[in-house]
């Protein structure tokens, strides 16, 4: 059995160009389907956030149109609901790699907001990257990869393949031409190959430790990789 750190967005809101703060936080089923994947695989769970504050779903997530339905709605909020760790979040400064055997990143637009710009959530991904143990990130949770820079100022992952939410599903959403910046220029700008697949659908890229997933609907696929990293 191994042990799984998910670090999560502590944020609610996500800060747009104008100034406006539009409600948000991890996205449901990026946290869930990973959960089910490797809980009913034997593993162990455990969830960091900056200052351990109470993770937050975003509402979006929650409802049938954001799950294919409501069944999958319902099953959604089920695994959340048994999701005990997330009720109990350790802080972000006080986790040590050590302790665990892998790392999972969800996203949502919180992570826009916050591990963007998160430090000590950085220095745990360069760790998390030279260590070999598998890292997994999904969507948003890219943005993490921002803070992950060296001495020198350079990005961590730069040279390497990754996949994120992307330029034209964010202008699917509508929310491309509010934004302040989007994830896939900044990404790119660090020096990080991203790999685009079609809109909506499941994209997954593995190169070496890093494993990533574009979007919501990659999220059992990022999973099945990790579980394979992991056995």
């Given at each position: 059995m191994s042990k799984i750190l998910f670090v999560l967005t502590g944020a609610t809101h996500w800060t747009l160009?104008?100034?406006?703060?539009?409600?948000?936080?991890?996205?449901?089923?990026?946290?869930?389907?990973?959960?089910?994947?490797?809980?009913?695989?034997?593993?162990?769970?455990?969830?960091?956030?900056?200052?351990?504050?109470?993770?937050?779903?975003?509402?979006?997530?929650?409802?049938?149109?954001?799950?294919?339905?409501?069944?999958?709605?319902?099953?959604?909020?089920?695994?959340?609901?048994?999701?005990?760790?997330?009720?109990?979040?350790?802080?972000?400064?006080?986790?040590?790699?050590?302790?665990?055997?892998?790392?999972?990143?969800?996203?949502?637009?919180?992570?826009?907001?916050?591990?963007?710009?998160?430090?000590?959530?950085?220095?745990?991904?360069?760790a998390a990257l030279a260590s070999g143990k598998p890292l997994a990130v999904v969507c948003h949770g890219s943005a993490a990869l921002l803070a992950a820079t060296l001495t020198d100022g350079t990005n961590a992952f730069a040279g390497y393949r990754a996949t994120a939410f992307t330029n034209t599903e964010e202008t699917l959403a509508g929310l491309a031409e509010r934004a302040k910046w989007l994830l896939q220029d900044r990404l790119t700008a660090a020096g990080i190959d991203v790999q685009e697949g079609r809109p909506w659908e499941s994209h997954v890229v593995v190169d070496r430790n890093l494993i990533t997933g574009q979007n919501p609907g990659s999220s059992a696929d990022t999973a099945a990789a990790l579980l394979a990293q992991l056995a």
């Open positions: 160009a104008d100034g406006t703060e539009h409600p948000t936080g991890y996205w449901a089923e990026e946290v869930a389907v990973p959960y089910l994947a490797l809980t009913g695989a034997g593993h162990e769970v455990a969830v960091a956030t900056p200052g351990g504050v109470l993770p937050t779903a975003d509402r979006g997530s929650l409802g049938a149109d954001a799950n294919g339905g409501q069944e999958n709605a319902d099953k959604v909020a089920a695994a959340l609901d048994a999701f005990t760790e997330l009720k109990n979040p350790l802080a972000l400064a006080d986790v040590d790699l050590a302790d665990f055997d892998a790392v999972y990143y969800p996203g949502g637009h919180g992570p826009m907001e916050d591990l963007a710009v998160d430090a000590t959530s950085g220095r745990l991904l360069v």
